[in-house]
């Protein structure tokens, strides 16, 4: 079973930007899709970006041209490089592929 560690949160003004990084224990080079979720305070946890084998992306609405996800097989890393941060981008953040556990996420403090 490939875990999964969070890093790069942190408290951050708003309009500052962070680099979150997700380092998989075993290879991602086969998982097709990578996911970063958040769950802030009170609400359910939301997928805000998703990344393929081919490089291919997708994002949330609330955070289309301010994230950017990257993978990096060789490294079994993934990357989620947030700018123009909000307070509403305040959450604990979480990257998942298919049939892995939650890791224990990286908090992601935006003060206005």
């Known amino acids: 079973q490939v875990q999964l560690v969070e890093s790069g949160g942190g408290l951050v003004q708003a309009g500052g930007s962070l680099r979150l990084s997700c380092a998989a224990s075993?290879?991602?080079?086969?998982?097709?899709?990578m996911g970063w979720y958040r769950q802030a305070p009170g609400k359910q946890r939301e997928l805000v970006a998703a990344?393929?084998?081919?490089?291919?992306?997708d994002y949330a609405d609330s955070v289309k041209d301010r994230f950017t996800v990257s993978r990096n097989n060789a490294k079994n890393t993934v990357y989620l490089q947030m700018n123009s941060l909000k307070p509403e981008d305040t959450a604990v953040y979480y990257c998942?592929?298919?049939?892995?556990?939650w890791g224990q996420g990286t908090q992601v403090t935006v003060s206005s």
């Open positions: 075993g290879s991602i080079f086969s998982i097709n899709v």
């Open positions: 990344i393929n084998s081919g490089g291919g992306t």
């Open positions: 998942k592929g298919p049939m892995m556990d």
